[in-house]
């Protein structure tokens, strides 16, 4: 049987900050993720942090309670969305794809880029294809402004989705290897694996996009895959 322990390489960062964290990291200090367990834009950092081993506590926000909204958390995120990251010193991070470049450049093994300058620039592509062009018209806010009837909305995140996932086949299908780009877990994973479960549980049809099933089901048996599901975090329902 074939081992699921994803190949994986590092770059270097030499820089003080890096240095610094590590000292704080080393320190048992430890960052905080604001999350709510069916976010995808969380589950990201989620499968980040839980790839890079890197010692975090989740600090659920719950988004069916309107808690991002409050003056406390607006405070962390002045947008009041979710995900945030507080550093080890206080300071804190938004914005998903933000926060796991900084991951990137300041835990930099394992690594979530390739070596290769034009394999990083596809797997940024195939980030941007996700986290700006598909991820942010589905998203339950846009929902809810477009339609009051979950039918309508229901329609409308199919079609974007679908819509994405039709370029995302295209740009998969002469890189992917076992995983999205070639054999090694980069953040380009990180990002798809969240989109497709949006893209199945606003039930698209999938069985037109087979590169996009396969690297998913190749991710899906990763430890820090596994770890970041919704299903295994803090604030998740019993029943999720």
Request: net charge negative; with cysteine.
């Amino acid at each position: 049987m074939a081992s699921t322990t994803p190949i994986i390489h590092t770059h270097a960062y030499p820089t003080a900050a890096s240095d610094e964290v590590d000292k704080a990291i080393q320190q048992g200090q430890e960052y905080e993720l604001f999350s709510y367990w069916r976010s995808t834009a969380s589950w990201r950092v989620r499968i980040a942090l839980a790839f890079k081993n890197i010692p975090h506590r989740i600090h659920p926000i719950n988004l069916l309670k309107n808690e991002q909204q409050s003056e406390e958390y607006k405070k962390i995120h002045p947008l009041a969305e979710i995900p945030a990251l507080k550093l080890t010193d206080g300071r804190t991070l938004t914005q998903s794809s933000a926060i796991i470049e900084y991951l990137e450049e300041t835990h930099s093994f394992p690594s979530l880029l390739p070596l290769d300058a034009y394999k990083r620039a596809q797997v940024r592509a195939i980030v941007g294809t996700i986290v700006s062009d598909i991820h942010p018209i589905q998203n339950l806010r846009v929902q809810k402004k477009y339609s009051e009837d979950p039918d309508q909305r229901a329609a409308w995140a199919q079609y974007w989705i679908s819509l994405g996932f039709d370029a995302l086949e295209q740009m998969l299908a002469p890189l992917a290897g076992k995983y999205s780009v070639g054999d090694d877990v980069t953040m380009a994973d990180v990002c798809l694996v969240p989109q497709v479960y949006n893209a199945v549980r606003w039930k698209v049809d999938m069985t037109k996009y087979p590169t996009i099933v396969r690297v998913c089901e190749n991710l899906s048996v990763l430890p820090a895959f596994i770890a970041a599901q919704p299903s295994n975090q803090p604030d998740a329902p019993v029943d999720a």
